[in-house]
């Protein structure tokens, strides 16, 4: 059944993917990577599935708004785990060539584009999530039907931001499981923000794998912005592989979230490429958030950056492990990596992991991690001047996410991005919970 | 104005003052002398509220309400400012932000509307000339990468922007060279009104070359042990502080 609402080029992985996931199983603690997420406890609950691919009885781009608004023109859908078409159902199937995109590029359904032309998804899809090696990506790679598709031919610029919103609206709990792909050709310039939402209180689980192919001289800005509910559970794997002279930034902001283990991996393949790796995380109740990264330097005269921030309030959860590994032979390496972390109150916990493995003797490489609480000086020194303690704070937490959000170089995000976090510090971005069909995300 | 009558203080279990009476009237100033640990800071460190001194014996009033009983942020609203011996960076938060949120704080306590941006940045631009304040550091982070000359002038202009009505100089010279001292001390007489008083922390006669005083105290082991006119201040400075220890 899941074969036939998907195409060959997906289908064709899921044997092996089920024969990985049923070696592996559900990660426990004692796998290294997900020793900070009880994974097996966030896939207990009855979820549904929606093999059939029946699309969602809204239409979001009539009934949503999220709060990223005005950034792109080109705003896609992701609905559930299936692409959504603005056009009517039936009957057409040609892949779609918005006006505003360049001659050539694609942005439609990974499971329309493998169908059509699959000499463009076979060669890349699960090239570099491999089943064998994760358990998410072997049962992402079993279920998942659909997608989003994105192909920037050689030379060519997507000159405007893409937006895809991914939106998670049910009757009942439900799993949802989605991909990305993403192809940059040589010399290809692309922009793209991911909003992850969730429309209603039902406990979702959503996993989602994004596979980015970064060709040689491309360049690619890919930031993440999650602003779910609490009963959500997220499961994201990324994977960037970078050419020679390429340049990436991906950015994973967790405005609010309830469950959330994010999974970063860049392969720095190709000489002279750079990879700018950020993210920011603002938690409290009983939020989980996790990130864990691991960017490979395979070959010499690479750069990567690395800044990740958390504040934590209440009992909320943090983890971060970030693993650099400089190969031999990867000479002339630069790589930095910081994470530092606020914890706003003594219930809160943050576990950090910084890890740095060389194995190459001419290298530049730095890498340390901070847990603190503000700043007592910065404090009174506020209040002495007239600004009340909360409104100190907030402030003080605000300048601390600042630092990453500055990091990002698509404007229009990164001046909506301070306004949200503000908002959120503020408590007047009610974790999404005003997201409906009646009441619009971006009006709250 | 302000009423400080017989002030005991600890920090950490130690007694700092040991009976601090103390009355700045209206449009007074008076310069507070001693010897490092006299207790000069812990005294203005007290009146704006820091929370790591306890009171444990005494009052201090200030235009009638009970200080003691109000936040930091409210004594400043009430008109009260201390400029940091040591004022500290604070990386990412702007001085327009910080300057903004401390004004309009201000305002509402008063039951004023908040500042439009426009007149905001006007009233900054003005405010900044006092003490010739360069348009770059406005635009940083508050005091990151300032110079202790720039931090003590950022100190006198924050002074400006808010306009309070008793002012404590806690050390406001030290680390100022010359040229800073002056626009520093020039800046703070433009600031003066008949209305406004202040306290001057110092150990040196040099900055009351500026800002001069009606009355000067000299603490010791946390007690005012001598109070006089300016000409107290002029003594000091040729004889040192000994000769006024209780005990010589």
């Known amino acids: 059944m899941l074969d036939t609402h998907s195409a060959p080029a997906l289908n064709a992985l899921r044997t092996q993917a089920f024969e990985d996931f049923r070696r592996q199983g559900f990660p426990s603690r004692k796998v290294e990577r997900y020793r900070y997420t009880d994974v097996a406890a966030a896939f207990a609950p009855d979820y549904g599935v929606n093999l059939r691919g029946l699309s969602i009885p809204v239409n979001p781009y009539e009934a949503f708004r999220c709060d990223v608004p005005n950034l792109s023109t080109s705003l896609y859908f992701v609905a559930n785990d299936r692409f959504y078409d603005t056009m009517p159902r039936g009957g057409e199937t040609s892949i779609k060539k918005r006006p505003a995109l360049p001659e050539g590029v694609i942005i439609d359904s990974l499971a329309r584009v493998a169908l059509e032309r699959p000499e463009l998804v076979a060669p890349y899809y699960g090239r570099l999530a491999r089943s064998s090696k994760d358990a998410i990506n072997a049962l992402n790679t079993m279920l998942a039907q659909d997608g989003v598709f994105i192909y920037v031919p050689r030379h060519t610029v997507v000159p405007r931001p893409i937006q895809v919103v991914n939106i998670l609206r049910a009757d009942v709990p439900l799993m949802a499981n989605r991909r990305m792909l993403i192809v940059l050709e040589e010399g290809a310039q692309l922009q793209l923000l991911v909003c992850d939402h969730t429309m209603d209180d039902h406990d979702f689980l959503a996993t989602q794998v994004v596979e980015a192919f970064v060709g040689e001289d491309a360049h690619l800005e890919f930031h993440e912005l999650e602003e779910t509910h609490p009963t959500n559970h997220r499961f994201s794997n990324t994977y960037a592989d970078l050419s020679a002279h390429s340049v990436a930034t991906l950015g994973c902001i967790t405005l609010s979230c309830g469950l959330t283990r994010n999974r970063t991996d860049v392969t720095l393949s190709g000489e002279d490429s750079e990879v700018n790796l950020i993210g920011a995380v603002v938690a409290d109740g009983n939020q989980h958030a996790d990130n864990n990264t691991l960017i490979d330097h395979r070959v010499p005269n690479c750069r990567s950056n690395e800044l990740y921030k958390y504040v934590l309030d209440d009992s909320a959860v943090g983890a971060f492990a970030g693993r650099v590994l400089v190969r031999e032979g990867a000479q002339k390496t630069s790589s930095r990596e910081t994470n530092a972390n606020l914890c706003a109150a003594p219930t809160a916990r943050m576990y950090t992991q910084p890890m740095l493995e060389i194995y190459a003797d001419d290298v530049k490489c730095s890498h340390g991690s901070t847990v603190g609480q503000l700043n007592d000086a910065a404090l009174f020194y506020m209040r002495q001047r007239g600004v009340p303690e909360d409104e100190a704070r907030l402030l003080l937490k605000f300048a601390f996410v600042g630092e990453v959000i500055d990091g990002i170089r698509l404007d229009a995000l990164r001046d909506r991005l301070h306004y949200l976090v503000e908002k959120r510090f503020r408590g007047e971005l009610g974790r999404c919970a005003g997201c409906g069909e009646n009441v619009k995300c971006g009006e709250r | ?248």
């Open chain 2, 1 to 248: 104005m302000l009423e400080i009558r017989d002030l005991h203080v600890s920090i950490g279990g130690k007694e700092i003052l040991k009976g601090i009476d103390l009355v700045v009237k209206e449009g007074e100033v008076h310069a507070l002398m001693g010897h490092n640990g006299a207790g000069k800071s812990t005294l203005s460190n007290v009146i704006v509220g820091h929370p790591a001194y306890e009171v444990t014996q005494g009052s201090i009033t200030f235009n009638g309400h009970d200080l003691l009983a109000m936040k930091p942020e409210e004594r400043a609203h009430e008109g009260i400012f201390l400029s940091f011996q040591q004022p500290v960076e604070i990386p990412g938060v702007s001085m327009v932000n910080f300057m903004r949120a401390a004004l309009n704080a201000k305002r509402k306590y008063l039951g004023l509307e908040p500042l439009a941006a426009g007149d905001f940045l006007k009233l900054m631009r003005e405010k900044r000339k006092i003490v010739e304040l360069d348009n770059k550091l406005t635009n940083r982070s508050v005091n990151e990468g300032f110079s202790g000359g720039e931090r003590k002038r950022n100190e006198i202009f924050q002074m400006a922007m808010l306009e309070p009505t008793l002012s404590i100089l806690d050390e406001t010279d030290s680390g100022l060279d010359v040229d800073a001292l002056r626009v520093v001390g020039e800046g703070f007489n433009k600031l003066r009104t008949p209305q406004t008083s202040a306290i001057v922390i110092t150990h040196y006669q040099r900055l009351l070359d500026y800002i001069r005083p009606d009355v000067v105290h000299v603490l010791i082991d946390g007690r005012i042990v001598r109070t006089g006119g300016p000409e107290l201040a002029m003594e000091i400075e040729q004889r040192g502080f000994d000769w006024l220890k209780p005990d010589s």
